[in-house]
């Protein structure tokens, strides 16, 4: 299921799924560990002798946030319970406090008694042996710990602080289905302490005049040891549950709408998607600065893992996105990090946790007996191209002092001995993490990269290494159209594999990561080769459903969904690859008009965002529903990308600014 509505602060942060169950609880790293393991933590209604679990049939329900803040807006409404609740989500924008705001009016137009209920279904650092749960009489809240991670569940409502009712006990063990059962009769066992693979309920009394409203608060506190969560829950006590929430919601509308971007060139609803798009993106970032790629423990049951990793690829592209909102500060933090990672002899393994330890991975150390770098060449190549577009905006000169050695010279280095004869990068796997080969999208990275660290080494008077830098990018670019461009196809392969002749069997698939072509530098988006390549990926990867989009390339088959007719349908729809094709109209455009050509696209992206503003990785190419994980960071900073180069091009040809840095 989709994440509709994350919150979250850097250290903490609370996921969603379309029913409003929180599913996800990260702390104290965004991504690592998941504290629920993508169980759900349930919330319900008893009012008057029946019970509802939100996720129940029988009610209505709009998951959104507050406009440009990073505070949940949910409405839900039982018609047979008289009951209407407006809910709102926020993770403290200072503290690891989640908090939650229940406002319970009545519809049915006599005296309720209503309790509200809340379930906690906690694995702590992702395991759900050697847990405890218990009854916590200094702060009438519930306590979950083992070792040394703590979370105080507590609450407000008529009766003042501290929880009314509660259950401890276990679940999973045996017939013990969890003390959520415990709740639907409207009453709890109030047992006090359970060890093991444990769960919790607390609960909440209001009673309503006819038509009358009554509000409940709870949050949830993470600490290291529980003198940390009761100081926690004092604070909350002190500055009262409404009061963190209003000042986390004026932070973050702050954050997201501190620069005077002018977005009138486009349509009001575009520009709230790239608002909410930002503030989505800084919820999957740790205060660390690893970017993280998406945190929806769903995919777990397709493929045994998590994408709550950062992968220095997506990383720089975010970083990308990031300096183009004036966010600074993120992408420097992304870019120490990636200092803190890289190997010494200059290049970036496959992924990393977001601590800094090396994540899981699929790519070899030996293929056919021979010792192989795991790696994909582009992530290396793309964090030195983004980091002189950081360069280029900010022109932070002590900032980049520090990682010039590392991230510049060691890495442009590196890219430069780990060629072929011809002047191509040696193989390695590409950006879909399927084929190991020469890939376009990788030599065009790589040719970026080395045309950015020679503008670096220049700066810095290096003149010999900026020279070789050049040259060597230039001598890649002359391969890869000596090798890789076929001028009767009127399109470059996407992959080159070497043979033992010297020579290269070619791939021609079709695949929109070829945007790579004009992004990073290596050829203009109006040149003839670029247009007659983007032209065939606009004629065969279009979606021709109903729902449209581009594929990533022909014949695409990951999540795919079951088809009859693979020419009009070469794979699901991607969010980043129908934005690339728009990317290009932008950067092609000459005029208003020509510009306008990408408009629908920008349109198309908002019409596949959920009503939240989520957008998930790829859509099923006939309902239109979200596939994998969701929300992909990628998917929101390139939207991010796609509507700052609009407005800039925007100004450019019209000749009035609006707002967006012109360095890159």
Request: proline content about 4%; overall charge negative; glycine content about 8%.
């Amino acid at each position: 299921m989709p994440r509709n509505i994350p919150v979250g602060n850097g250290e903490m942060l609370v996921a969603f799924d379309d029913l409003y169950r929180i599913r996800d609880l990260h702390w104290p790293n965004v991504g690592m560990p998941n504290h629920t393991c993508g169980h759900l933590q349930r919330f319900g209604v008893w009012a008057d002798g029946q019970f509802a679990w939100v996720d129940a049939p029988g009610w209505e329900r709009d998951l959104r946030y507050v406009r440009d803040s990073m505070i949940t807006e949910v409405r839900l409404r039982h018609e047979r319970l008289g009951i209407e609740l407006l809910c709102q989500d926020a993770v403290d924008y200072w503290s690891p406090v989640y908090l939650r705001s229940v406002r319970v009016t009545d519809l049915a137009g006599y005296p309720r008694d209503v309790r509200i209920f809340f379930h906690q279904d906690l694995s702590i650092g992702e395991s759900a042996v050697g847990d405890t749960v218990n009854y916590d009489p200094a702060t009438g809240g519930l306590v979950h710990y083992k070792d040394s991670t703590y979370f105080l569940i507590n609450g407000c409502g008529a009766r003042g602080f501290g929880a009314d009712t509660w259950a401890c006990g276990q679940k999973r063990i045996g017939d013990a289905e969890g003390t959520w059962r415990d709740a639907e009769d409207g009453l709890l066992s109030r047992n006090s302490i359970a060890q093991g693979s444990v769960d919790s309920t607390v609960g909440f009394g209001l009673a309503l005049a006819p038509g009358g409203s009554g509000t409940i608060s709870y949050w949830i506190a993470a600490g290291t040891d529980y003198r940390a969560i009761k100081q926690l829950d004092a604070k909350v006590r002190e500055k009262s549950p409404q009061r963190m929430i209003v000042r986390t919601e004026a932070y973050w509308r702050w954050w997201a709408c501190k620069e005077a971007i002018d977005f009138s060139p486009l349509p009001a609803h575009l520009r709230d998607l790239y608002v909410r798009s930002a503030l989505i993106v800084r919820t999957q970032i740790d205060k660390g600065g690893a970017i993280i790629a998406a945190n929806d423990y769903d995919i777990t049951h397709f493929a045994g893992d998590t994408y709550s990793y950062m992968w220095p690829r997506d990383g720089a592209m975010v970083s990308h996105a990031l300096v183009l909102a004036h966010q600074g500060e993120l992408s420097r933090a992304f870019f120490r990090f990636a200092q803190r990672v890289i190997e010494p002899e200059g290049y970036f393994l496959h992924k990393y946790n977001p601590t800094g330890t090396l994540a899981s991975s699929w790519h070899p150390w030996v293929i056919e007996g021979r010792k192989t770098l795991p790696i994909q060449q582009d992530e290396t190549a793309l964090v030195t191209w983004a980091l002189r577009r950081h360069f280029l905006v900010f022109r932070d000169v002590e900032f980049v002092r520090d990682l010039y050695n590392p991230l510049v010279i060691d890495a442009a280095e590196w890219m430069l001995g780990f060629r072929d004869p011809s002047g191509l990068p040696k193989p390695s796997w590409d950006l879909w993490e399927e084929r190991r080969g020469v890939h376009l999208f990788t030599v065009c990275a790589t040719i970026g990269a080395l045309r950015a660290a020679h503008d670096f080494a220049r700066d810095m008077g290096a003149l010999d290494r900026a020279e070789e830098f050049r040259a060597g990018a230039e001598a890649m670019m002359r391969a890869m159209v000596r090798v890789m461009w076929d001028e009767g196809r009127g399109r470059f392969a996407r992959m080159a594999t070497p043979l033992d002749d010297g020579s290269y069997r070619l791939d021609f698939t079709l695949d929109a990561s070829a945007f790579a072509l004009f992004a990073f530098g290596a050829l203009d988006a109006r040149d003839e080769r670029v247009e007659r390549h983007m032209r065939a990926i606009g004629e065969r990867l279009w979606v021709q459903t109903s729902v449209g989009g581009f594929a990533r390339y022909e014949h695409d088959h990951y999540h795919a969904v079951e088809r009859h007719d693979i020419t009009r349908v070469p794979g699901n729809p991607w969010v980043i690859c129908t934005l690339w094709y728009a990317q290009w109209l932008v950067e092609r455009a000459r005029t208003v008009e020509e510009l306008q050509e990408a408009l629908p696209l920008l349109e198309w992206t908002h019409q596949r965002a959920l009503p939240s503003g989520v957008l998930a990785e790829q859509l099923d190419p006939y309902t239109g529903a979200q596939v994998s994980v969701s929300p992909l960071t990628w998917s929101h900073a390139t939207y991010m990308i796609v509507v700052a180069k609009y407005l800039r091009r925007h100004g450019e040809i019209t000749g009035v600014s609006h707002g967006i840095p012109t360095g890159d």
